[in-house]
């Protein structure tokens, strides 16, 4: 086991700041009067659990527990069944975007402003002591080589350059000759973890994580099922939600995860049945085929301005398979296919362009999609050099493709106002809303 890290100070006054605003938080939701049935079962559960769980995560920095830095598809199940502290590099980039002076920053520090800006914004945490410095780090090594470059500049930071390192390497073909092989990286991962960490990994307890785990797959399938209605009962962000429960989060393989599913289904399932959609008028069915805009506040518009509701996006879709807990190798074997080709942008980015081309067919089929918008953020250059192959599959299947071209963390590299004329001049030329 590794010596204790050398804490950064105002990495843990942010962690503290975060566990008071959360608990405070959740305590102005507890004393609301009037709490919808969607606050009561789904919001307020979530809420107690972020409370824990940010508190749990400053703790674990000030040295209560083991630290772990970490991603989503770095086997979470593993990590839950350890009961490890962890949190993402690119956790505060993804969800909150940064502001215009760290992006700048981040160019002052000599880092190129064409690689992605939820790399250069983790990059910038680290060397601005925002990040908490782990007893361990699980570097992601797919499917962009800027989480590589990132890597390798963390560890040239004074504080980071001790903190022990393991990737699992990702082969590059879809066959079980690569999944046996990633199945052994994340065999190899956990035995790094356990040295770092003075933690054991229980096969019974990750059997027991899996299993609940598998639930809460099947049900995101479910859910997606009812996604098909047209209307479409829930807005874009509720199937991101299931992806953050099923992968992204200290809910994997959790009961209350599974619970908070079950409610969001049964009310997905009530508006079905009662002929309700998200928007009273939903006038177009739409595909952001990538992640969620950070920070263009461009969905209220789209729903208020054209009627359009997004049915499904890259992180909300699920092709997702099972994994066999009959045995402590077919357990490896099934974590290994579901980070090596199944979760979301690894999906697309890591392998072979038919991703791109199959998954659109797929979605647009199944979801009576009318028009598939690849947002084309600066970073994703894997997606940028897909572009055509998008365009043809749209046009062989006779649905509108738009191309924008922006920095989803970023609104000066487009502006709101530019892309807000960009769709709405193609939603124009094709005749919709």
Known sequence: MTTKPAQSL??????????????????????????TD?????????????AKSTEKLWKAAEGAEPLIATYYPCGPEIIAAMDLPNYCLLA????????????????????????????????????????PVPAAMIALLHPCDGTLIMHQVIQTNEKWRHVPVFGADPPYFQDERSIEYYAEELKQMVS????????????????????????????????????RAVPCPHAGAMGTQMFGIAQASNLCGNPLGTAVMREIIADAEKRVKEGKGWLENERIRLLWFDIRPVKYELTPWLEEEWGAVTVLDMFGYAPYSTIDISSEDSMFKGMAKRYLYEAPMIRQARGFADNFADDIKRIVRDYKIDCVIWPGHMGHKDGAASIGI????????????????????DTRYTTVEAIKNRISTFFTAMGMG
């Open 10 to 35: 105002r990495a843990i006054e942010d962690l503290k700041k975060g566990a008071m605003d959360a608990r405070l938080a959740l305590e102005m939701l507890e004393k609301q009067e009037n709490l």
């Open 192 to 227: 790094f973890l356990e040295e770092h960490t003075g933690r054991k990994l229980d096969m019974d307890r990750l059997r027991e994580i899996i299993k609940e785990n598998n639930i809460q797959y099947e049900l995101w399938a479910e859910y997606n099922e009812l996604r």
């Open 92 to 131: 505060t980039a993804l969800m909150f975007g940064g502001s215009p002076e760290e992006i700048d920053e981040c160019e002052e520090m000599g880092i190129g402003t064409d690689m992605c800006t939820a790399i250069r914004l983790g990059i910038h945490d680290v060397e601005t002591d925002k990040a």
């Open 38 to 50: 969607i606050d009561k079962k789904i919001t307020l559960p979530m809420a107690r659990h972020q």
């Open 390 to 409: 998008m365009r043809e599959t749209c046009r062989e299947i006779g649905v509108a493709y738009l191309h924008i071209g922006l920095d989803l963390f």
